[in-house]
């Protein structure tokens, strides 16, 4: 019985909509618009924040990274980090390396930016980064030939480079560049590596860099920089923050600093930066959910009075049910169930739209999309709650008429 009191209300609906159709999509235009918009802010979000843990805060297996600053997100915060924070040197990599009994790898990255020649090619601006031997274990970079940087590398301060892909393009575009020379700062180096293609991230190309020995960096740059980074890599997942404590502790002491001050240097994982994105977004999604709510209330007043002048519509028809034993409860559920299907379609639509729309700026621009099964779930849910919840006032304004005035009303 309770299922023929909704399937009747639910075709009676349906017909409406299909009867008039122009009407019925203006009606739900609001409601429409809103859970598209909704849908593609999440699809967004949510594919941009899969995109930034596997391309940006993606620092490789169990590593987190140890340099002069941490995270950082306002200028006060910068100058006041600049003013305290030390720049890190060789001996504070050696003490780590040596001192630490957690991770299961500590090494040594050190980047700066110069351009690479061959025989009247040039490459600019590339991504010069010293290492130590074991970064190839921690890396995200990949050998696709040829082989990383190695320990006899360092120990002998050899002239040998491992290539991105942008740069082996522009310097070696019909040639096989294991064995040739590149020069860098006016040194000849052997190429003995080439990396797997990475693409761009954002629309910024990250193939054109080359990594060298990190004793040969220091004779092209120096030792006091701020490019130092010391990589350290966990044993496992679940000795992360132990892993973190550990080299904080140490450093701490190496730098004397009391215990009730902050760090004088910065501790960076993965998840400090997925955290700062997280915050980001959750400030356009705050945004973006006063600027669905007003087009689900405009889509909701649409619907109410919509719903009002079908009440007046069917004065008579009202008064005929009543007439023939249906009960008050009866016609204001038939009139909910109306409203809720008609905002429910709205949803449903709302949410085709969307999805095609994700797919195709995927597929097109630079922008990850990812629709999650949860957001088309709220967002059908949300639908028909505005239906319903706006429908009540036509819903009981239709069960409270009167059935004999609603009989003489005009057909």
Same mark, same amino acid.
């Given at each position: 019985?309770?299922?023929?009191?909704?399937?009747?209300?639910?075709?009676?609906?349906?017909?409406?909509?299909r009867t008039h159709k122009l009407r019925s999509?203006?009606?739900?235009?609001?409601?429409i618009l809103s859970v598209s918009t909704l849908i593609l802010v999440v699809a967004l979000i949510n594919g941009t924040n899969a995109y930034i843990a596997d391309r940006v805060a993606n620092m490789g297996n169990g590593v987190f990274l140890i340099g002069r600053y941490g995270i950082i997100n306002s200028e006060e915060a910068f100058v006041k980090a600049a003013r305290r924070n030390k720049q890190l040197t060789f001996d504070d990599y050696a003490a780590l390396r040596d001192g630490l009994k957690l991770p299961k790898n500590v090494g040594l990255e050190c980047r700066g930016r110069s351009t690479l020649r061959r025989e009247g090619l040039s490459q600019e601006d590339v991504s010069v980064r010293g290492v130590?031997?074991?970064?190839?274990?921690?890396?995200?970079?990949e050998v696709t030939r040829g082989r990383y940087i190695s320990d006899n590398d360092n120990d002998h301060r050899n002239f040998t480079a491992m290539l991105g892909d942008d740069v082996v393009k522009k310097l070696f575009p019909s040639t096989d560049p294991l064995g040739k020379t590149v020069t860098l700062n006016g040194y000849d180096f052997e190429v003995v590596g080439v990396a797997k293609p990475i693409g761009s991230v954002m629309g910024q190309p990250q193939d054109n860099f080359v990594y060298i020995p990190v004793q040969t960096w220091f004779k092209l740059y120096g030792?006091?920089?701020d490019g130092f980074h010391i990589n350290i890599q966990a044993?496992?997942?679940?000795?992360?923050?132990?892993? $973190?404590?550990?080299?904080?502790a140490l450093?701490?002491?190496?730098?004397? @600093?009391?215990?009730?001050?902050?760090?004088?240097?910065? #501790?960076?994982?993965?998840?400090?930066?997925?955290d700062l994105w997280k915050s980001l977004t959750g400030t356009l999604a705050g945004a973006m959910v006063g600027f669905v709510s007003i087009f689900l209330v405009i889509g909701g007043v649409v619907i109410m009075n919509v719903m009002l002048a079908s009440v007046t519509e069917r004065t008579r028809e009202i008064g005929i049910r009543k007439s023939l034993g249906a009960r008050t409860s009866d016609i204001l559920?038939?009139?909910?169930v109306e409203a809720s299907v008609m905002s429910a379609m709205g949803g449903v639509i709302g949410i085709a739209v969307?999805?095609?729309?994700?797919?195709?700026?995927? $597929?097109?621009?630079?922008?990850?999309?990812?629709?999650?099964?949860?957001? @088309?779930?709220?967002?059908?849910?949300?639908?028909?709650? #505005?239906?319903l919840f706006f429908g009540v006032y036509p819903a009981r304004k239709a069960a409270r008429l009167n059935p004999i005035e609603a009989l003489r009303a005009d057909s």
């Open positions: 019985m309770r299922g023929l009191r909704i399937k009747e209300p639910t075709i009676i609906a349906l017909e409406t909509m999509f203006l009606m739900l235009l609001g409601v130590t031997a074991n970064i190839g274990q921690m890396d995200t970079e030792t006091h920089t044993r496992a997942p679940e000795y992360m923050e132990q892993t $973190k404590d550990e080299a904080r450093m701490r002491a190496r730098r004397h @600093v009391p215990p009730n001050e902050d760090d004088n240097f910065g #501790v960076i994982g993965s998840d400090n930066l997925m559920s038939q009139f909910l969307a999805w095609v729309l994700a797919i195709i700026l995927d $597929k097109t621009t630079p922008l990850p999309m990812s629709v999650p099964l949860s957001a @088309v779930v709220v967002a059908l849910c949300v639908s028909t709650a #505005v239906g």
